[in-house]
C-alpha cells in the first residue's frame, strides 16, 4: 500500500494525472480492506475452521473499499443502518469514479475522455484519506479470537453486509 500511495503522489504531482493518481489510490485504499476482511474473518474463525467469508468477498472492489472506510468503527460503535448505507455509498462512488478516470464510457452524449473524468481535488482528498486510513492500520493492535457469542455476532454480521444494502441487513422496509 506503501508504494501504491508513493506512485499515486508522483503521478499526481509530477505527471499531472489524476485519474491515474486516483486509481492508484483507490488500488491502496482496497488493500487496507482486504487486511480489515482478512483479519475479521481470522478471528471469527474457531480453531481448525476453514476461512470462509472473506475469500469468498476479497475480490469485489466495493466491498473492499467498504471494509477499508468502514472497518475502523468495526464493534468500537452502534450499527445502524444508516451508518452502513453511508459507507456503502463512498466506497461506491469512489470506485465508480476511479472506473470513469480508466475506461471510456459508451454514453456519447455525456462522452468525457477519462484524464478528464476525475479532478486534482478529487485526486488529492481520496490520497490524504487512505494516507491517514493507512496510518490508523498501521497503529491497529491485531484482532484477538473472540468468544463464541462473539464469533457468532460477527458471522451474522459478515453474511448480512454480503447483501445489496442496509435495508436488506436489518430488514427494513
Same mark, same amino acid.
Given at each position: 500500500?506503501?508504494?501504491?500511495?508513493?506512485?499515486?503522489?508522483?503521478?499526481?504531482?509530477?505527471?499531472?494525472?489524476?485519474? @491515474?493518481?486516483?486509481? =492508484?489510490?483507490?488500488?491502496?485504499?482496497?488493500?487496507?480492506?482486504?487486511?480489515?476482511?482478512?483479519?475479521?474473518?481470522?478471528? *471469527?474463525?474457531?480453531?481448525?475452521?476453514?476461512?470462509?467469508?472473506? *475469500? &469468498?468477498?476479497?475480490?469485489?472492489?466495493?466491498?473492499?473499499?467498504?471494509?477499508?472506510?468502514?472497518?475502523? *468503527?468495526?464493534? %468500537?460503535?452502534?450499527?445502524?443502518?444508516?451508518?452502513?448505507?453511508?459507507?456503502?455509498?463512498?466506497?461506491?462512488?469512489?470506485?465508480?469514479? %476511479? =472506473?470513469?478516470?480508466?475506461?471510456?464510457?459508451?454514453?456519447?452524449?455525456?462522452?468525457?475522455?477519462?484524464?478528464?473524468?476525475?479532478?486534482?481535488?478529487?485526486?488529492?482528498?481520496?490520497?490524504? =484519506?487512505? &494516507?491517514? %486510513?493507512?496510518?490508523?492500520?498501521?497503529?491497529?493492535?491485531?484482532?484477538?479470537?473472540?468468544?463464541?457469542?462473539?464469533?457468532?455476532?460477527?458471522?451474522?454480521?459478515?453474511?448480512?453486509?454480503?447483501? *445489496?444494502?442496509? %435495508?436488506? @441487513?436489518?430488514?427494513?422496509?
Amino acid at each position: 500500500t506503501d508504494d501504491l500511495l508513493l506512485a499515486a503522489d508522483r503521478v499526481l504531482s509530477q505527471e499531472k494525472l489524476p485519474n @491515474i493518481a486516483y486509481h =492508484l489510490t483507490a488500488l491502496g485504499l482496497e488493500e487496507i480492506g482486504k487486511a480489515e476482511l482478512v483479519g475479521i474473518s481470522h478471528a *471469527s474463525r474457531s480453531k481448525g475452521e476453514e476461512q470462509g467469508w472473506s *475469500s &469468498k468477498h476479497v475480490e469485489d472492489h466495493a466491498k473492499k473499499l467498504f471494509w477499508a472506510l468502514w472497518g475502523p *468503527s468495526f464493534g %468500537r460503535e452502534l450499527i445502524t443502518k444508516n451508518q452502513i448505507e453511508e459507507f456503502q455509498g463512498l466506497a461506491q462512488n469512489i470506485h465508480e469514479t %476511479r =472506473l470513469r478516470g480508466l475506461y471510456v464510457s459508451a454514453d456519447q452524449e455525456n462522452f468525457v475522455p477519462p484524464k478528464d473524468a476525475v479532478s486534482v481535488a478529487a485526486a488529492e482528498n481520496l490520497l490524504s =484519506l487512505t &494516507k491517514a %486510513r493507512l496510518g490508523l492500520a498501521k497503529t491497529a493492535q491485531p484482532k484477538e479470537a473472540l468468544t463464541d457469542g462473539e464469533r457468532a455476532d460477527v458471522a451474522w454480521f459478515l453474511t448480512a453486509t454480503s447483501v *445489496s444494502s442496509a %435495508r436488506d @441487513i436489518l430488514n427494513v422496509t
